[in-house]
């Protein structure tokens, strides 16, 4: 259920009815946006709550969710969630680029890549340290010194982190190094996982399952949002069907319908979505006028020879720069606001050499 409030209600109403439906032995997630307070009432609640709560000064409606997500819900959240990072947007319409490689692989390698995507105009650095690989004899990852190399690159050109978390006891080192904790498809339903992230107040980016409903991946949100961390993104990456042309079969209109179900900030991952990179600035441009609230685009600077994982599907750091400045033509038009780097040029001219 949630209780919609009055406008303009006072904090300590709103504080009473929280008081009145936590002494019912269930919980209380208030939610305020910019004309009404939505209190949620998670839990197995007494048939005579509803009643009792709708009487009180200050409510104006109770009103029961159907569906088995309630925090995650447009119901329960009415205005898209924004989550700022250091000064960093997400959501609502800031277009954030999360840009690197598919894996960590030496201090100079990630502050190259670094340096390049801040002058293309990123907001963030994406790299792995920890690889869950389908294969047991494949790279898995440098591991905590790869998530120490990051974080210096980060720190020195300006940049946010992400990187992706695998298992619970992972979860406080990579949240010390990391600004923003992945979780990877195949993660999506580790449930131990999803409830450690909820005690931390790192945004989550959670990546849906290669086989996910709609309805399985916002239930996974809902785990990370009952433990307590408001700050969750999800990411579409592609979903398992017959096609072997590309990686994946990229649903684009799980961005638009997600919107409509859910509050939370949707991100689109072309390079895993398609597995090839001559489709990654296509379907890029397509995730922006879908609406998506930001892109995590893979890009290396040698990926043909010397990538550890995806090379076929990162970009080379010139294509980077130039598809974020057709980035910073086209967001305007679907209603975003993004802005590159004025001067990125120089920076790869470096690199070419």
Not at 92 to 104: E, K
Not at 171 to 199: P, S, W
Request: with cysteine; glycine share 10%; hydrophobic share 40%.
């Amino acid at each position: 259920m949630i209780v919609i409030t009055s406008p303009h209600i006072e904090e300590e109403r709103i504080a009473e009815i929280v008081r009145q439906i936590e002494n019912s032995g269930v919980q209380a997630h208030v939610s305020r946006g910019t004309d009404r307070t939505v209190i949620g009432i998670i839990g197995k609640a007494d048939p005579h709550l509803a009643e009792h709560i709708r009487s009180m000064k200050g409510v104006e409606n109770v009103i029961k969710i159907s569906k088995s997500y309630k925090l995650a819900s447009r119901e329960f959240h009415p205005d898209d969630t924004i989550i700022e990072v250091k000064g960093v947007k997400i959501g609502g319409n800031n277009l954030v680029v999360m840009g690197g490689p598919c894996a960590v692989e030496t201090p100079e390698q990630i502050d190259e890549i670094a340096r390049l995507v801040k002058a293309a105009g990123g907001q963030v650095l994406r790299g792995g340290a920890f690889k869950p690989r389908t294969g047991p004899y494949s790279f898995q990852g440098i591991g905590i010194e790869g998530l120490k190399w990051m974080k210096d690159a980060g720190d020195k050109y300006g940049l946010l982190t992400i990187t992706e978390v695998m298992a619970p006891e992972f979860v406080d080192v990579c949240a010390e190094y990391a600004d923003i904790m992945q979780v990877g498809t195949r993660n999506m339903q580790n449930f131990d996982l999803l409830r450690k992230l909820g005690t931390i107040n790192n945004p989550v980016l959670l990546k849906r399952g290669m086989s996910a409903t709609y309805d399985e991946w916002l239930n996974a949100a809902e785990y990370i949002l009952a433990g307590g961390n408001p700050n969750v993104m999800l990411c579409e990456r592609g979903i398992r069907t017959f096609e072997t042309y590309t990686r994946n079969t990229f649903d684009l209109a799980a961005v638009p319908v997600v919107q409509q179900l859910s509050h939370l900030p949707v991100i689109a991952d072309p390079s895993h979505a398609t597995g090839r990179r001559e489709l990654v600035e296509t379907m890029t441009k397509a995730s922006v006028a879908a609406g998506a609230n930001g892109l995590i685009i893979e890009m290396h600077t040698d990926p043909d020879n010397s990538a550890t994982g995806d090379g076929v599907q990162s970009l080379f750091p010139d294509q980077f720069a130039n598809l974020l400045k057709e980035l910073e033509q086209l967001a305007p038009l679907c209603g975003k606001k993004f802005d590159t780097a004025k001067e990125p040029a120089e920076a790869f001219r470096e690199w070419k050499k």
